[in-house]
Structures are given as C-alpha cells and as structure tokens.
C-alpha cells in the first residue's frame, strides 16, 4: 500500500469527494485508511455504569484506499505515488507529479 500514517490525501469519490486531509491510520492487510474529519459516521455508545447516559458520537470510518490520492506537496493537487532512489541509494516514495520525495 502506497499510502502511509500522516500523508496528505484528496478523497476522490463519496460524499468528502474533493476534500483534503491527512491520514490517521493505516490499514495495509484490509487496504483501508482512516482519513481526520472525513467519512464521519454517528455511532450509538451503550451507558457503561449504571446511572449513566448512553451518547451519540460522531467517529471516523475507514474508507478504502481507492478513493484516495495523494496530494503533492510541490504542486498541492493529487498525484500518484511511486519509488525512486535517493541519492545515498535507500529507497523513497516519489510523487509522479513533480518528482518530489515523500517522506519514507
């Protein structure tokens, strides 16, 4: 999966659809991520204690990475991602846009 924790992404389809932000957590085995304040879902807490209320939170859903793209961080529009060599020859993530490093 190309898309790592804290990259910038623009969603590409749903209801977010052309929105950016910057990704929470990955999951590489499911191709999901969770993306701040996007795909937001109402979810119903039970109460915990007795006496206490139950609640309804807003929470983050994970999306598939399909509907994701990276943002450039030269240009600041979406771009694919691939891999290069850096000059001290480890590998690094590419943004095929402008050619730029993304951080590893």
């Not at 910038?8 to 701040?36: C, H, M, Q, W, Y």
Request: proline content about 4%.
């Amino acid at each position: 999966m190309k898309i790592r924790k804290d990259d910038n992404v623009i969603i590409l389809s749903g209801k977010d659809k052309g929105k950016t932000g910057k990704v929470i957590r990955a999951f590489p085995r499911e191709s999901k991520v969770i993306v701040a304040g996007m795909n937001i879902r109402k979810v119903h807490k039970r109460p915990t204690k007795t006496g206490s209320k139950g609640q309804i939170i807003d929470q983050a859903v994970p999306m598939h990475v399909s509907n994701v793209m990276i943002v450039d961080p030269k240009t600041n529009k979406r771009s694919r991602v691939g891999y290069g060599t850096a000059k001290d020859g480890k590998k690094t993530r590419i943004s095929k846009k402008s050619g730029t490093s993304l951080s590893m």
